[in-house]
Nanobody, 115 residues
Framework: QVQLVESGGGLVQAGGSLRLSCTAS????????MGWYRQAPGKQRREFLA????????VHDASVKGRFTISRDNAKNTVYLQMSSLKPEDTAVYFC????????WGQGTQVTVSS
């Protein structure tokens, strides 16, 4: 069974940066399109942020374009989300999953941006 594991979150001041990582056991992430999502406090739905194809083509949602960058290291079976110029409204639990999200969701990683 595929298990997604997100890491790299934390508490950061506005304007700061973080790099999130996503790995998976039981699956080769390099073979599928992967994406990053987030769920803000009090929101029930996860928001799509960015996606990367198996060949490396990327798409970023307008809300994070220019600030967040998705990438992947197939040798490490890892997908990353580099986040910069963070804002308090970026505070959320961040998740990775396949595009579309067919894998079981992981625990996510908490990102808290203080003003």
């Amino acid at each position: 069974q595929v298990q997604l594991v997100e890491s790299g979150g934390g508490l950061v001041q506005a304007g700061g940066s973080l790099r999130l990582s996503c790995t998976a056991s039981g699956s080769i992430l390099s073979a599928v399109d992967m994406g990053w999502y987030r769920q803000a406090p009090g929101k029930q739905r996860r928001e799509f942020l960015a996606r990367i194809s198996s060949s490396g083509f990327t798409v970023h949602d307008a809300s994070v374009k220019g600030r967040f960058t998705i990438s992947r290291d197939n040798a490490k079976n890892t997908v990353y989300l580099q986040m910069s110029s963070l804002k308090p409204e970026d505070t959320a639990v961040y998740f990775c999953n396949q595009i579309p999200p067919n894998m079981n969701w992981g625990q996510g990683t908490q990102v808290t941006v203080s003003s």
